[in-house]
């Protein structure tokens, strides 16, 4: 902090260190320092950044000496109070001309409307609330020499709050335009703003319209010297006010009505008179130039005669050098009792190189708010002290009532005096009236006259004769009593106000209500003075009910410029401003107070007990805490609801104990707050690490599904392209199928209509007629076969038709012979096929091989000729035999002797044969037939055969028999095929030849066959030759 931020801890106290420290902040930039909650404002002279947003929410519901001294702590600190503890207040800005009020009242307005609520329907009022002061600026604020904007009219602005805080509208209050001005500027000084706006920012249409020229030369009432001012835009400011007039709720018309006034005054200006005598010998004035009030005439519809008539007949003096004092009175307070926020930005004390009944009236207002000041701050105080229970010592200070007395008194305050000056019948002049004031307040202290009876003053040549001078709070002023009657009677005489009141301008009428004939009063309107001393007087009441938030400014230089700080000049508002007093009284009692609850929350970190929280009374912890701190105790005293701390030292080093502690706690807290950063911190990326891997699972699963999903869309096309393939091979093939199909119906169709109808065709006639004629040949050729009989003796066969048939004709013939051999056979029983099969081996062995088959061919194998079975006689034989009987006959045997044959029964079995007497029956022989060597036989038609055995068999003893059988093929016959199929025998050699030997019991004889005629009939003949030849002689066939 640069320097001491309030004035209250200043060390030492005097004005010089006072004002030393207001330097040292000035020239750092700080232009704001406290006295308590008094705000010390020095105007920088230029724009500092330190009333940016930013700043304000800085300021935003922060305690007072929290944060560096600013304007905008002040006006929280009232907001605050006024929204949560329903208190209204009132923001007194006071300061000289040009010390900064009105930006001051400016600033604060802007910090409410920055912080109280938002919303459509406030905002409006907000802005309406702050474009209310270009308005006003431009029509009550002029350049003078102290201040290039000065407010030439007191403002006072009740901002309206709901419950809420949130603004509702505003009243504002206007006191007591300086009008003069209007008419005379003094040297360096200019008209109102509004005339050099409208002249230099409206278009060339409007000025047309209004009948103005934009050269400011032409106009009396704009001075010229210092029509243009350094660093003000009248262009750019008529756009401003325009804007703002449309935002705070003016119709279009009622601006043009408004700016056509404007025009009219500057007409007004411009109308001369000259003085004419009349015949009854008194003065008339007469307009000279009757252009320009022709052209006012038109502007604001009056009848140019009337008011010719109203200027020519009652008015005197040449220039309407008036002066209302009249007070536009507040506006009706709305009924339903709202949270008030006063903002008051009065013109300042002001010292002029002559100064007149403004000034005068100007000044008084400063004297009253002085006063207010001081009576406020000292009563608070006092009040406080009481109402806390400490003891109280009466500090001296300068009581300026007694100058607010010497203007106001009733009786002979010098309002009072002016006043009956004016209602005095009789000669009245300025003069009268300074004779009356040098008469009754001479002996006042504070009233300074050259015809005083005091003689104090007769050698005074800086107080001229027609001058009365005052000793403010803030200075003396001379003052000129030229001009003081007439502005305090402020009349405008009857006819004028009638005049202005026949205008068609509406605004007109309604300015000059007392014009209305049917309003006429013939009443003396109450003096300026009067009434400005009872607005005074009510606008102090007003601030009275409202807790109160000083910001005194000051001026820290007469050049208007920045950095240039002048001591004298400072030191001279801080002693009028009494500001060191007020420190003085501020710090008298005690220097310090502060509630126990902000007080021990401010310092509970210097003593453990109270540090974190002190769950007690705070009372009882601020007294626990300033023993912790061994604080002396006549440093400090307990009042109800707050400590008091005498002197600002305790408080420092409390502070800077404070301060030691605090960067401990910086540290401590700054480590919480890292760890809780970094937790957070932490915490948030591991939140966004779950999102983000969510995200990313989800992306990544919804990739992998798209790839399965297309993976499978690719197998199932596959599949559905293999399955349509199949299905597609399948009806392919089925198609071809009936096409086949088809086509084979269609040629078979086609071959069954071309065989249909082929017959009819010629073509076919040769191959049908050959066809035809080969059948008809087969048909033939096959009914001539018909002829041939079933027989297989049948060798009969027609004989071939055709050579062509030679192959299939004799192929045929033997295909019918074997079929019909085979039908032959077919027809055979068991026993017939053995028969056969036994005709058949005979054939085998003999055919062509003894004369003798031919004959046996035709005679059927009868086996058993003697019907042994059944013929009684040989009974005794057929018992005898183990075995069926294959073959039985009668055969001879031959005798070797003589050669004679001699009968015997021959029987044959599977196994032996026997040879039994013919009589008896009885067995001679019976040879087994595995000793049967062989059979030998003739090759001549004859009936011998030999029987030859084994040599060394049992039966071979005997030996072997030679016999004759007239049925010799079928025993020979049988007797091989005995041996054919018995398979443990070998097969019975048959020898044919006519000559073979036959072993008879001891000697071998030879037998021998010979053809020769026969003697005995057709059988053969057996002879005996010798003992080793036995001849048959065989007939010859
Ligand atoms: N806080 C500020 N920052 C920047 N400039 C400032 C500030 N306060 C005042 N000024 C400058 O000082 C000039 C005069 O201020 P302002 O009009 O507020 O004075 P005033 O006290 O209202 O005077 P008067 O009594 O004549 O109306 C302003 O036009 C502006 O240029
Ligand atoms: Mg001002």
């Known amino acids: 902090m640069i320097g001491v931020g309030d004035m209250v801890l200043l060390e030492p106290l005097n004005e010089d260190s006072f004002i030393m420290n207001l330097r040292n902040r000035f020239d750092h930039n700080e232009i704001y320092t406290y006295i308590g909650s008094v705000v010390i404002s020095m105007n920088p002279y230029r724009s500092l950044p330190i009333y940016t947003p930013q700043k304000v929410e800085e300021y935003r519901n922060r305690n007072f000496y929290e944060l560096s001294p600013h304007i905008y702590a002040l006006a929280d600190e009232a907001y605050r109070s006024l929204r949560d503890q329903d208190k209204d207040q009132c923001i007194l800005i006071t300061g000289e001309s040009g010390a900064g009020k009105t930006e001051a009242s400016k600033l604060v307005m802007s910090y409410v409307a920055a912080v109280c609520g938002k919303g459509q329907e406030v905002n409006k009022v907000k802005e309406q609330l702050l474009q209310s002061n270009p308005v006003l600026e431009a029509f009550g604020n002029a350049k003078t020499m102290r201040n290039d904007n000065s407010s030439r009219f007191g403002k006072y602005m009740d901002i309206e709050f709901d419950f809420k805080g949130d603004p509702l509208g505003g009243v504002i209050s206007n006191y007591l335009l300086e009008k003069s001005r209007v008419c005379k500027q003094p040297r360096g000084e200019r008209n109102f703003h509004i005339f050099y706006q409208l002249l230099s920012g409206a278009s060339d249409d409007t000025l047309m319209k209004l009948k103005l020229d934009r050269d400011f030369s032409k106009y009396n009432y704009l001075s010229l010297d210092s029509a243009n001012v350094n660093g003000l835009d009248d262009a750019a400011s008529f756009r401003t006010v325009r804007n703002a007039m449309q935002i705070v709720g003016f119709m279009e018309a009622e601006v043009q009505s408004v700016l056509e006034l404007v025009a009219a005054v500057l007409k007004l200006g411009n109308i001369e008179f000259k003085p004419e005598s009349r015949v009854n010998g008194f003065d008339e004035s007469r307009v000279k130039d009757k252009n320009d009030l022709k052209e006012m005439c038109e502007l604001l519809g009056i009848e140019q005669s009337v008011l010719e008539r109203a200027f020519s007949y009652r008015t005197v003096e040449a220039k309407m050098e008036k002066m209302s004092t009249t007070l536009n009175v507040a506006q009706a307070q709305a009924k339903t009792r709202h949270k008030v926020m006063g903002v008051l930005d009065i013109y300042g004390f002001e010292i002029f190189e002559d100064n007149s009944f403004e000034q005068f009236i100007i000044n008084y207002c400063n004297e009253k708010l002085q006063q207010i000041f001081i009576e406020l701050t000292l009563r608070e105080e006092q009040e406080e002290y009481i109402r806390e229970d400490i003891e109280w010592t009466n500090i001296e200070y300068f009581n300026n009532a007694v100058i607010c007395d010497l203007i106001e008194n009733n009786q002979n305050g010098i309002l009072a005096m002016l006043d009956e000056e004016c209602l005095r019948p009789g000669t009245v002049t300025d003069d009268t009236?300074?004779?009356?004031?040098?008469?009754?307040?001479?002996?006042?202290?504070?009233?300074?006259?050259?015809?005083?009876?005091?003689?104090?003053?007769?050698?005074?040549?800086?107080?001229?004769?027609?001058?009365?001078?005052?000793?403010?709070?803030?200075?003396?002023?001379?003052?000129?009593?030229?001009?003081?009657?007439?502005?305090?009677?402020?009349?405008?005489?009857?006819?004028?106000?009638?005049?202005?009141?026949?205008?068609?301008?509406?605004?007109?009428?309604?300015?000059?209500?007392?014009?209305?004939?049917?309003?006429?009063?013939?009443?003396?309107?109450?003096?300026?003075?009067?009434?400005?001393?009872?607005?005074?007087?009510?606008?102090?009441?007003?601030?009275?009910?409202?807790?109160?938030?000083?910001?005194?400014?000051?001026?820290?230089?007469?050049?208007?410029?920045?950095?240039?700080?002048?001591?004298?000049?400072?030191?001279?508002?801080?002693?009028?401003?009494?500001?060191?007093?007020?420190?003085?009284?501020?710090?008298?009692?005690?220097?310090?107070?502060?509630?126990?609850?902000?007080?021990?929350?401010?310092?509970?970190?210097?003593?453990?007990?109270?540090?974190?929280?002190?769950?007690?009374?705070?009372?009882?912890?601020?007294?626990?805490?300033?023993?912790?701190?061994?604080?002396?105790?006549?440093?400090?005293?307990?009042?109800?609801?707050?400590?008091?701390?005498?002197?600002?030292?305790?408080?420092?080093?409390?502070?800077?104990?404070?301060?030691?502690?605090?960067?401990?706690?910086?540290?401590?807290?700054?480590?919480?707050?890292?760890?809780?950063?970094?937790?957070?911190?932490?915490?948030?990326?591991?939140?966004?690490?779950?999102?983000?891997?969510?995200?990313?699972?989800?992306?990544?699963?919804?990739?992998?599904?798209?790839?399965?999903?297309?993976?499978?869309?690719?197998?199932?096309?596959?599949?559905?392209?293999?399955?349509?393939?199949?299905?597609?091979?399948?009806?392919?093939?089925?198609?071809?199928?009936?096409?086949?199909?088809?086509?084979?119906?269609?040629?078979?169709?086609?071959?069954?209509?071309?065989?249909?109808?082929?017959?009819?065709?010629?073509?076919?006639?040769?191959?049908?007629?050959?066809?035809?004629?080969?059948?008809?040949?087969?048909?033939?050729?096959?009914?001539?076969?018909?002829?041939?009989?079933?027989?297989?003796?049948?060798?009969?066969?027609?004989?071939?038709?055709?050579?062509?048939?030679?192959?299939?004709?004799?192929?045929?013939?033997?295909?019918?012979?074997?079929?019909?051999?085979?039908?032959?056979?077919?027809?055979?029983?068991?026993?017939?096929?053995?028969?056969?099969?036994?005709?058949?081996?005979?054939?085998?062995?003999?055919?062509?091989?003894?004369?003798?088959?031919?004959?046996?061919?035709?005679?059927?194998?009868?086996?058993?000729?003697?019907?042994?079975?059944?013929?009684?006689?040989?009974?005794?034989?057929?018992?005898?035999?183990?075995?069926?009987?294959?073959?039985?006959?009668?055969?001879?045997?031959?005798?070797?002797?003589?050669?004679?044959?001699?009968?015997?029964?021959?029987?044959?079995?599977?196994?032996?044969?026997?040879?039994?007497?013919?009589?008896?029956?009885?067995?001679?022989?019976?040879?087994?037939?595995?000793?049967?060597?062989?059979?030998?036989?003739?090759?001549?038609?004859?009936?011998?055969?030999?029987?030859?055995?084994?040599?060394?068999?049992?039966?071979?003893?005997?030996?072997?028999?030679?016999?004759?059988?007239?049925?010799?093929?079928?025993?020979?016959?049988?007797?091989?095929?005995?041996?054919?199929?018995?398979?443990?025998?070998?097969?019975?050699?048959?020898?044919?030849?006519?000559?073979?030997?036959?072993?008879?019991?001891?000697?071998?004889?030879?037998?021998?066959?010979?053809?020769?005629?026969?003697?005995?009939?057709?059988?053969?003949?057996?002879?005996?030759?010798?003992?080793?030849?036995?001849?048959?002689?065989?007939?010859?066939?």
């Open 433 to 1037: 009236f300074l004779d009356k004031l040098n008469t009754i307040c001479a002996e006042h202290q504070h009233f300074e006259s050259r015809l005083n009876k005091n003689s104090k003053f007769l050698t005074d040549h800086s107080l001229p004769h027609s001058c009365f001078r005052i000793q403010h709070y803030a200075g003396k002023v001379l003052y000129r009593v030229e001009g003081f009657v007439d502005k305090n009677n402020d009349l405008l005489y009857r006819d004028l106000s009638q005049a202005m009141y026949k205008a068609t301008h509406s605004l007109m009428r309604q300015l000059f209500p007392e014009g209305n004939p049917a309003k006429v009063n013939l009443k003396r309107p109450p003096t300026a003075g009067f009434q400005f001393k009872a607005s005074v007087g009510v606008l102090m009441k007003n601030l009275q009910t409202k807790n109160p938030n000083y910001i005194r400014c000051i001026k820290p230089n007469d050049k208007k410029v920045a950095h240039i700080f002048t001591d004298s000049l400072v030191c001279h508002q801080v002693r009028y401003l009494g500001l060191v007093e007020n420190v003085r009284v501020r710090r008298a009692g005690y220097a310090f107070r502060q509630p126990y609850e902000s007080c021990l929350e401010r310092y509970k970190m210097l003593c453990k007990k109270t540090w974190p929280h002190w769950r007690g009374p705070a009372r009882d912890g601020v007294e626990v805490l300033l023993t912790d701190c061994s604080v002396p105790t006549e440093e400090f005293a307990y009042g109800r609801s707050k400590i008091f701390i005498r002197n600002p030292r305790t408080l420092f080093t409390l502070e800077e104990r404070r301060r030691a502690c605090l960067e401990d706690l910086a540290t401590l807290i700054q480590k919480i707050y890292r760890g809780w950063k970094s937790r957070t911190h932490f915490l948030l990326l591991k939140k966004s690490q779950v999102v983000v891997a969510a995200w990313y699972r989800r992306y990544a699963q919804q990739n992998k599904y798209q790839k399965i999903k297309s993976a499978t869309l690719v197998m199932q096309s596959f599949i559905r392209g293999w399955k349509a393939r199949n299905i597609l091979r399948q009806l392919k093939y089925e198609k071809r199928c009936k096409e086949a199909v088809t086509t084979i119906a269609a040629y078979w169709h086609g071959t069954q209509v071309r065989r249909e109808y082929r017959k009819f065709f010629r073509a076919n006639a040769g191959k049908k007629i050959y066809d035809f004629t080969i059948q008809r040949i087969m048909q033939k050729y096959f009914l001539g076969l018909k002829t041939t009989t079933m027989s297989p003796m049948d060798n009969s066969w027609p004989a071939k038709p055709y050579g062509f048939l030679e192959g299939a004709h004799t192929q045929l013939r033997r295909i019918f012979h074997l079929w019909r051999c085979k039908k032959y056979r077919g027809q055979f029983t068991e026993e017939k096929k053995a028969v056969y099969e036994e005709k058949l081996e005979a054939s085998e062995i003999f055919k062509d091989k003894k004369a003798l088959y031919p004959s046996s061919v035709s005679q059927p194998f009868k086996g058993d000729y003697l019907e042994i079975q059944k013929n009684p006689k040989y009974q005794k034989l057929n018992s005898a035999m183990e075995e069926k009987v294959l073959l039985a006959d009668l055969v001879n045997k031959i005798n070797r002797a003589n050669g004679k044959g001699s009968p015997r029964l021959f029987l044959l079995t599977k196994s032996n044969f026997v040879l039994a007497d013919q009589k008896t029956g009885q067995v001679k022989a019976s040879v087994p037939l595995p000793d049967l060597a062989s059979v030998s036989v003739s090759t001549q038609s004859d009936g011998f055969f030999a029987l030859k055995l084994k040599e060394g068999s049992a039966s071979a003893s005997k030996g072997d028999f030679l016999l004759s059988s007239e049925h010799l093929i079928e025993i020979i016959t049988k007797l091989h095929r005995i041996g054919t199929t018995a398979a443990d025998r070998d097969q019975i050699n048959i020898d044919i030849s006519d000559e073979f030997l036959v072993q008879f019991k001891q000697d071998k004889v030879c037998v021998k066959f010979i053809q020769g005629g026969p003697k005995n009939g057709n059988s053969a003949a057996c002879k005996r030759k010798n003992n080793r030849l036995l001849e048959v002689s065989v007939p010859s066939p």
